[in-house]
């Protein structure tokens, strides 16, 4: 795969999203948009070569808009990025933490810290995206409203950090899907940790899903993912789902045979290499 020249990302500059561009493609030119369809839009029309999306949270869990979106659009999944959210409080050249009487903030950051807000006996105030906020502040040029974004939103709005890593949890971390036009597939000879996501409807017999599954547990693969849609009857009959393992292994192919008994318009959405972060599993979340 040559080297994309922009990627896409949902949110102003300084987003959490944007460091996770410029953490996977550094130097690659990164382009806001103000919602995630119109993410998936520039990239699907060729406007940028790819899409820095986030799915899940440690903490506020899956992003519903982006699991309804990716049905939606004809992408593919070429990599996953873990990106740790540590949250800074952001004033105005000169601010003191004590000049400070309203926080802006997401409408997830904001709860993220909630302790330290309680602590100082600060307002706080609703934003669309934690970088926009610290824009807003710095437009507004007030000592008593800050901004919870990012250290790259301070380096771009040209605000102070008067307190670093606020959040209640340390252990707060976002996954991030790369979208492209093209699937591009690890050698499966190159060995290594890799993942692939599949979307799937189950057919309308007994244990359908239970039985869709089995093929996978009989050989060896492990879902870390499993994601289900509910359609205009009410039943959640579409899936997807992160599977531990390589589309063109043998192991993968005979469980492919048995879901295609119990499920109905498969479709491959990507393989990838596993992020090193999946590797961290299973310790102390606070050593995360």
Not at 39 to 54: H, K, Q, S, Y
Not at 64 to 75: G, T
Not at 109 to 120: G, S, T, W
Not at 148 to 156: G, P, Y
């Amino acid at each position: 795969m040559k080297k994309p020249k922009s990627i896409a990302f949902q949110g102003a500059p300084g987003a959490y999203s944007d460091m996770s561009c410029r953490a996977v493609y550094p130097g690659v030119q990164t382009v806001p948009y103000n919602s995630f369809n119109e993410a998936f839009a520039a990239v699907a029309e060729g406007r940028t070569d790819l899409a820095m999306i986030p799915v899940d949270n440690t903490i506020a869990g899956r992003v519903a808009d982006v699991h309804h979106l990716l049905p939606s659009w004809e992408l593919f999944i070429i990599g996953e990025h873990f990106q740790p959210v540590n949250m800074m409080l952001l004033g105005v050249k000169g601010a003191k933490i004590e000049d400070i009487k309203y926080v802006h903030s997401h409408v997830h950051a904001l709860p993220q810290c909630r302790k330290f807000i309680e602590k100082l006996e600060i307002s706080p105030r609703i934003h669309a995206d934690t970088a926009g906020a610290a824009k807003e502040i710095a437009e507004r040029n007030d000592k008593v409203h800050a901004a919870i974004a990012s250290s790259l939103a301070a380096e771009i709005y040209g605000l102070d950090i008067l307190e670093e890593n606020i959040e209640d949890r340390k252990h707060n971390t976002t996954r991030f899907l790369v979208l492209s036009p093209e699937p591009h597939i690890p050698d499966l000879s190159a060995g290594g940790d890799v993942i692939t996501s599949l979307f799937f409807e189950v057919r309308n017999i007994p244990a359908a899903l239970y039985k869709a599954l089995g093929g996978f547990a009989t050989n060896g693969l492990s879902l870390t993912k499993l994601e289900s849609y509910v359609d205009e009857t009410f039943q959640a009959a579409t899936f997807y789902c992160d599977i531990e393992g390589h589309s063109e292994s043998r192991a993968f192919t005979l469980a492919l045979e048995e879901l295609g008994f119990y499920a109905k318009d498969v479709r491959f959405l990507g393989t990838y290499l596993a992020h090193p972060f999946r590797r961290r599993f299973g310790k102390d979340p606070t050593e995360l």
